[in-house]
């Protein structure tokens, strides 16, 4: 099986990053190494991050696409996963991905994604998202920075993350894919409700759905007007 570099960008993040770490070091498949990258916390995360002894600490500084270049050009893994701080692993997340990411030799790869403890209405929006992603994965390829997956010369081959794009996540996946392999792993990662409960689901709803037009669309520089920021959170 391949050697896998998990990067986990942050900002703020210390009621959750202890958490996702947590599900890191209890995978039966172990990640070969996991930078937690620091974009200029200001509460208790990079301290956090410190108590795990796995952790490799790298400062970049905003926006979170820095983060994540920052991580990627220096892993060694043969396959990088990007992680938002508030993501949860499944114990068997690792080995169960990797293995089906290796069997359909895939360059890229995003997961199935459900939220953490929430309400039926919000689970069901993820069920009606995954379905999208499910269905359209061959012709617009699409994901969340919630987990990427990447062959490492895949990233190191492309200009990486695009730090002018709020929405640089679905933008890297939609251009790494072209011409490679992108698939849709039946595999579950949990994520935080966080943004529903602080803005509203209504509002929220209709945010991810103008941004699922807009991607659609191809327009990715008209989301950066869009109200929503890396680690502009209430709790």
Known sequence: MSDLSVIIPVLNEERYVGSLLSDVAAQTRKADEVFVVDAGCADGTVAVARSFPFVKLLHAGRPVARGRNAGGRVASGDVLIFLDADARLPATFFEEFLSDFERRRLDIACPLYFPHSSTHVIEGFHVLFNLLTRTFQHLLPSGAGTCIAIKRDVFRDSDGFDPALKFDDI?????????????????????????????????TMLQYSLMALLFSLGK?????YIDYEFGAHRR
Request: aromatic letters at 16%; hydrophobic letters at 40%.
């Open 220 to 224: 990715f520089a008209w989301a950066n």
């Open 171 to 203: 933008e890297l996946i939609r251009r790494l894919s072209k011409g490679r392999r992108f698939g849709i792993v039946e595999e579950r990662v949990f994520l935080s409700d966080r943004r529903y409960t602080e803005y509203g689901v209504a509002r």
